[in-house]
């Protein structure tokens, strides 16, 4: 059971919008916690997809945009492509456990 | 950019110690705010953060593990490197070393990843 939790898989077809969530709590999103996203491509390692919420690295197109609200933040991905099927895993820290959280993971499946 | 790469033995027999190393390239391990951390996916799972170090030597660990964790740094060598003693088979998983930024508000994330190594726990 992750402290942060995503759901297990969201599927869209090509040119739609789909949203991740990540839901925390009071010790780690809800503390003011920034939140990061994580791309993994199949067999891959992970790579930074949005820091601080909202921030794209250089490279990350602008279909990628991350937001937050209260205890939960969120990935979207606009105008979907067959290339963004992979997981995507959300990153906070939790001052209870004090530790660097991941979210369970989410598979997006491009239809 | 700064390029990573994880290296040790794949298979580790069980109650043994697990021995990484991360050696940098393309910068200083010593240069800049950066810390670097270790983090651990089994197979078909999610991430689990294990800890991170800073050049200077000071260390923070994943409470679950800190009493059989020691991340330690070689700056001369431009390197880090993973000691998990007491290993169980549960543990077999791909591990990655990464570069990790602190943020303001006290978190920090993982801005450049190496390629992981798969590391078997089995006799």
């Known amino acids: 059971q992750s402290v942060l939790t995503q759901p297990p898989s969201v599927t869209g077809a090509p040119g739609q919008r789909v949203t991740i969530s990540c839901t925390g709590s009071s010790s780690n999103i809800g503390a003011a916690y920034d939140v990061h996203w994580y791309q993994q491509l199949p067999g891959t390692a992970p790579k930074l997809l949005i820091y601080r919420y909202t921030n794209r690295p250089s490279g990350v197109p602008d279909r990628f945009s991350g937001s937050q609200s209260g205890t939960s933040a969120s990935l979207a991905i606009t105008g979907l492509q067959a290339e963004d099927e992979a997981d995507y895993y959300c990153q906070s820290y939790d001052n209870s456990l004090s530790v660097s959280v991941f979210g369970g993971g989410t598979k997006l499946t491009v239809l | 950019q700064v390029q990573l790469q994880e290296s040790g033995p794949g298979l580790v027999k069980p109650s043994q110690t697990l021995s990484l190393t991360c050696s940098v390239s393309g910068g200083s391990i010593s240069s800049g705010n950066y810390y670097w951390s270790w983090i651990r996916q089994p197979a078909g799972k999610g991430l689990e953060w294990i800890g991170r170090?800073?050049?200077?030597?000071?260390?923070n660990y994943n409470p679950s593990l800190k009493s059989r964790v020691t991340i330690s740094v070689d700056t001369s060598k431009n390197q880090f490197s993973l000691k998990l003693s007491s290993v169980t088979a549960a543990e077999t998983a791909v591990y990655y070393c990464?570069?990790?930024?602190?943020?303001?508000?006290?978190?920090?994330?993982?801005?450049?990843w190496g390629q992981g190594t798969l590391v078997t726990v089995s006799s």
């Open positions: 170090i800073y050049s200077s030597g000071s260390t």
């Open positions: 990464a570069r990790e930024v602190p943020v303001y508000s006290g978190s920090y994330y993982e801005d450049n």
